[in-house]
Antibody, heavy 124, light 110 residues
Framework: EALLVESGGALVQPGRSLRLSCSAS????????MYWVRQAPGKGLEWVST????????HYADFVKGRFTISRDNAKNSLYLQMDSLSTEDTALYYC?????????????????WGQGTTVTVSS | QSVLTQPPSVSGTPGQRVIISCSGS????????VNWYQHLPQTAPKLLIY???QRPSGVPDRFSGSKSGTSASLAITGLQSEDEAAYSC???????????FGGGTKLTVL
Protein backbone atom coordinates (compact mmCIF):
# COMPACT_ATOMS: atom_id res chain seq x y z
CA GLU A 1 0.00 0.00 0.00
CA ALA A 2 1.31 3.42 -0.96
CA LEU A 3 1.91 5.62 2.04
CA LEU A 4 3.05 9.19 2.60
CA VAL A 5 3.98 10.51 6.03
CA GLU A 6 4.69 14.21 6.55
CA SER A 7 6.67 15.70 9.41
CA GLY A 8 8.27 18.95 10.44
CA GLY A 9 5.25 21.10 11.10
CA ALA A 10 5.51 23.43 14.07
CA LEU A 11 4.59 26.76 15.61
CA VAL A 12 6.98 29.43 14.33
CA GLN A 13 7.22 33.19 14.43
CA PRO A 14 6.68 35.33 11.34
CA GLY A 15 9.83 35.68 9.28
CA ARG A 16 11.32 32.39 10.46
CA SER A 17 11.98 29.24 8.47
CA LEU A 18 10.75 25.67 8.60
CA ARG A 19 11.52 22.51 6.65
CA LEU A 20 8.82 19.94 5.98
CA SER A 21 9.62 16.35 5.10
CA CYS A 22 7.56 13.60 3.53
CA SER A 23 8.57 9.96 3.69
CA ALA A 24 7.18 7.68 0.97
CA SER A 25 6.73 3.92 0.95
CA UNK A 26 4.80 1.24 -0.87
CA UNK A 27 5.48 2.55 -4.38
CA UNK A 28 8.42 3.40 -6.66
CA UNK A 29 8.96 6.95 -5.40
CA UNK A 30 11.56 7.82 -8.07
CA UNK A 31 8.98 7.30 -10.84
CA UNK A 32 6.38 9.85 -9.79
CA UNK A 33 6.00 13.60 -9.63
CA MET A 34 5.13 14.88 -6.20
CA TYR A 35 3.24 17.88 -4.82
CA TRP A 36 2.73 19.94 -1.74
CA VAL A 37 -0.85 21.08 -1.18
CA ARG A 38 -2.06 23.09 1.81
CA GLN A 39 -5.33 23.87 3.52
CA ALA A 40 -5.65 26.91 5.74
CA PRO A 41 -8.16 26.79 8.60
CA GLY A 42 -11.68 27.05 7.23
CA LYS A 43 -10.45 27.33 3.65
CA GLY A 44 -10.21 25.06 0.61
CA LEU A 45 -7.27 23.11 -0.72
CA GLU A 46 -4.47 25.13 -2.31
CA TRP A 47 -1.70 23.84 -4.58
CA VAL A 48 1.75 24.96 -3.40
CA SER A 49 4.40 23.27 -5.54
CA THR A 50 5.22 20.45 -7.95
CA UNK A 51 8.46 18.54 -8.55
CA UNK A 52 8.91 16.05 -11.36
CA UNK A 53 10.15 12.52 -10.77
CA UNK A 54 13.72 13.52 -11.68
CA UNK A 55 13.63 17.07 -10.21
CA UNK A 56 14.04 18.63 -13.65
CA UNK A 57 10.63 20.30 -13.54
CA UNK A 58 9.81 22.41 -10.52
CA HIS A 59 6.87 24.77 -10.25
CA TYR A 60 5.53 27.03 -7.51
CA ALA A 61 2.34 28.91 -6.78
CA ASP A 62 2.91 32.67 -7.05
CA PHE A 63 2.29 33.22 -3.35
CA VAL A 64 5.33 31.12 -2.38
CA LYS A 65 7.76 31.92 -5.20
CA GLY A 66 11.10 33.03 -3.84
CA ARG A 67 10.22 31.89 -0.31
CA PHE A 68 9.62 28.12 -0.58
CA THR A 69 11.89 25.50 -2.15
CA ILE A 70 10.75 22.00 -3.05
CA SER A 71 13.24 19.17 -3.37
CA ARG A 72 13.39 15.40 -3.28
CA ASP A 73 15.90 12.65 -2.54
CA ASN A 74 14.94 9.59 -4.51
CA ALA A 75 17.57 7.49 -2.75
CA LYS A 76 15.81 8.22 0.53
CA ASN A 77 12.24 8.12 -0.83
CA SER A 78 11.74 11.59 0.58
CA LEU A 79 10.18 14.89 -0.43
CA TYR A 80 10.98 18.21 1.21
CA LEU A 81 9.63 21.75 1.42
CA GLN A 82 11.96 24.44 2.71
CA MET A 83 9.82 27.39 3.81
CA ASP A 84 11.54 30.73 4.44
CA SER A 85 10.17 34.16 5.35
CA LEU A 86 7.02 32.63 6.73
CA SER A 87 3.98 34.82 7.26
CA THR A 88 0.75 34.31 9.16
CA GLU A 89 -0.93 33.59 5.84
CA ASP A 90 1.15 30.42 5.53
CA THR A 91 -0.64 28.90 8.51
CA ALA A 92 -2.14 25.68 7.19
CA LEU A 93 -2.17 21.91 7.15
CA TYR A 94 0.42 20.89 4.55
CA TYR A 95 -0.14 17.69 2.57
CA CYS A 96 2.39 15.73 0.57
CA UNK A 97 0.73 14.13 -2.47
CA UNK A 98 1.67 11.90 -5.40
CA UNK A 99 0.84 12.23 -9.10
CA UNK A 100 -1.17 9.28 -10.35
CA UNK A 101 0.70 9.01 -13.65
CA UNK A 102 4.00 7.22 -14.15
CA UNK A 103 6.77 9.70 -15.08
CA UNK A 104 4.09 12.36 -15.66
CA UNK A 105 3.73 15.95 -14.49
CA UNK A 106 0.22 16.20 -15.92
CA UNK A 107 -2.70 17.13 -13.74
CA UNK A 108 -4.75 14.68 -15.81
CA UNK A 109 -3.93 11.81 -13.45
CA UNK A 110 -4.79 13.66 -10.27
CA UNK A 111 -3.18 13.27 -6.86
CA UNK A 112 -3.84 9.65 -6.03
CA UNK A 113 -2.04 9.32 -2.70
CA TRP A 114 -2.14 11.84 0.15
CA GLY A 115 -0.43 11.97 3.48
CA GLN A 116 -2.25 12.88 6.68
CA GLY A 117 -0.66 16.32 6.66
CA THR A 118 1.55 18.29 9.00
CA THR A 119 0.43 21.51 10.68
CA VAL A 120 2.32 24.76 10.26
CA THR A 121 1.27 27.64 12.48
CA VAL A 122 2.89 31.02 12.00
CA SER A 123 2.21 33.35 14.88
CA SER A 124 4.03 35.76 17.13
CA GLN B 1 -12.04 33.59 -3.47
CA SER B 2 -11.28 30.33 -5.30
CA VAL B 3 -10.66 30.28 -9.04
CA LEU B 4 -13.06 27.34 -9.39
CA THR B 5 -16.51 28.00 -7.95
CA GLN B 6 -18.45 25.36 -6.05
CA PRO B 7 -21.60 25.65 -3.96
CA PRO B 8 -20.70 25.70 -0.26
CA SER B 9 -23.14 22.94 0.55
CA VAL B 10 -25.55 20.40 -0.88
CA SER B 11 -27.73 17.82 0.81
CA GLY B 12 -29.68 14.71 0.01
CA THR B 13 -31.40 11.74 1.56
CA PRO B 14 -30.15 8.14 1.43
CA GLY B 15 -30.64 6.60 -2.00
CA GLN B 16 -31.01 9.96 -3.70
CA ARG B 17 -28.84 11.36 -6.49
CA VAL B 18 -26.95 14.59 -5.89
CA ILE B 19 -24.85 16.71 -8.20
CA ILE B 20 -22.02 19.01 -7.19
CA SER B 21 -21.06 21.67 -9.69
CA CYS B 22 -17.70 23.28 -10.38
CA SER B 23 -17.55 26.40 -12.51
CA GLY B 24 -14.36 27.70 -14.07
CA SER B 25 -13.15 29.44 -17.19
CA UNK B 26 -11.60 28.82 -20.58
CA UNK B 27 -8.11 28.80 -19.07
CA UNK B 28 -8.80 25.96 -16.66
CA UNK B 29 -11.83 23.69 -17.04
CA UNK B 30 -12.39 24.84 -20.61
CA UNK B 31 -8.93 23.61 -21.63
CA UNK B 32 -7.76 21.07 -19.08
CA UNK B 33 -9.15 18.05 -17.33
CA VAL B 34 -10.86 18.14 -13.96
CA ASN B 35 -10.19 16.01 -10.90
CA TRP B 36 -12.45 15.51 -7.91
CA TYR B 37 -11.47 14.78 -4.33
CA GLN B 38 -13.43 13.54 -1.34
CA HIS B 39 -12.37 14.79 2.06
CA LEU B 40 -13.80 12.98 5.04
CA PRO B 41 -13.35 14.55 8.48
CA GLN B 42 -10.00 13.78 10.11
CA THR B 43 -8.74 11.89 7.06
CA ALA B 44 -6.56 12.66 4.07
CA PRO B 45 -8.34 13.70 0.85
CA LYS B 46 -9.05 10.89 -1.60
CA LEU B 47 -8.98 11.03 -5.40
CA LEU B 48 -12.49 10.24 -6.68
CA ILE B 49 -12.33 11.23 -10.34
CA TYR B 50 -9.43 12.08 -12.65
CA UNK B 51 -9.34 13.12 -16.28
CA UNK B 52 -12.87 14.54 -16.10
CA UNK B 53 -14.62 11.19 -15.79
CA GLN B 54 -12.21 8.40 -14.89
CA ARG B 55 -12.54 6.50 -11.64
CA PRO B 56 -9.44 5.17 -9.87
CA SER B 57 -9.66 1.53 -8.92
CA GLY B 58 -11.68 1.04 -5.76
CA VAL B 59 -13.96 4.04 -6.27
CA PRO B 60 -17.58 2.87 -6.55
CA ASP B 61 -19.38 3.53 -9.81
CA ARG B 62 -21.94 5.53 -7.82
CA PHE B 63 -19.50 8.39 -8.35
CA SER B 64 -19.23 9.88 -11.83
CA GLY B 65 -17.75 12.99 -13.36
CA SER B 66 -18.69 15.01 -16.40
CA LYS B 67 -17.73 18.25 -18.07
CA SER B 68 -19.31 20.70 -20.47
CA GLY B 69 -17.54 23.84 -21.61
CA THR B 70 -16.16 25.63 -18.58
CA SER B 71 -18.16 23.69 -15.99
CA ALA B 72 -17.77 20.26 -14.46
CA SER B 73 -20.01 18.14 -12.28
CA LEU B 74 -19.68 15.29 -9.83
CA ALA B 75 -22.74 13.06 -9.55
CA ILE B 76 -23.32 10.71 -6.66
CA THR B 77 -26.11 8.18 -7.03
CA GLY B 78 -27.55 5.90 -4.36
CA LEU B 79 -26.46 8.34 -1.67
CA GLN B 80 -25.13 6.71 1.50
CA SER B 81 -24.46 8.11 4.95
CA GLU B 82 -20.74 7.47 4.53
CA ASP B 83 -20.72 9.86 1.56
CA GLU B 84 -21.08 12.76 3.96
CA ALA B 85 -17.87 14.70 3.32
CA ALA B 86 -16.40 17.69 1.57
CA TYR B 87 -15.84 17.43 -2.19
CA SER B 88 -13.38 19.58 -4.14
CA CYS B 89 -12.71 19.99 -7.84
CA UNK B 90 -9.29 20.82 -9.26
CA UNK B 91 -7.69 21.66 -12.58
CA UNK B 92 -4.60 23.26 -14.08
CA UNK B 93 -4.99 26.89 -15.11
CA UNK B 94 -2.98 27.86 -18.19
CA UNK B 95 -3.26 31.61 -17.61
CA UNK B 96 -2.25 31.52 -13.97
CA UNK B 97 0.31 28.78 -14.61
CA UNK B 98 -0.83 27.03 -11.47
CA UNK B 99 -3.07 24.30 -10.17
CA UNK B 100 -6.39 25.55 -8.86
CA PHE B 101 -8.96 24.04 -6.53
CA GLY B 102 -12.57 24.84 -5.87
CA GLY B 103 -13.51 26.05 -2.41
CA GLY B 104 -15.11 22.71 -1.60
CA THR B 105 -18.71 21.58 -1.18
CA LYS B 106 -19.96 20.05 2.05
CA LEU B 107 -22.35 17.19 1.36
CA THR B 108 -24.83 16.44 4.11
CA VAL B 109 -26.80 13.19 4.06
CA LEU B 110 -30.07 13.91 5.81
Amino acid sequence: EALLVESGGALVQPGRSLRLSCSASGFTFESYAMYWVRQAPGKGLEWVSTISYNSEYIHYADFVKGRFTISRDNAKNSLYLQMDSLSTEDTALYYCTKNGGLYSNSWYYGMDVWGQGTTVTVSS
Amino acid sequence: QSVLTQPPSVSGTPGQRVIISCSGSSSNIGTNTVNWYQHLPQTAPKLLIYGDNQRPSGVPDRFSGSKSGTSASLAITGLQSEDEAAYSCAAWDDTLGSGVFGGGTKLTVL
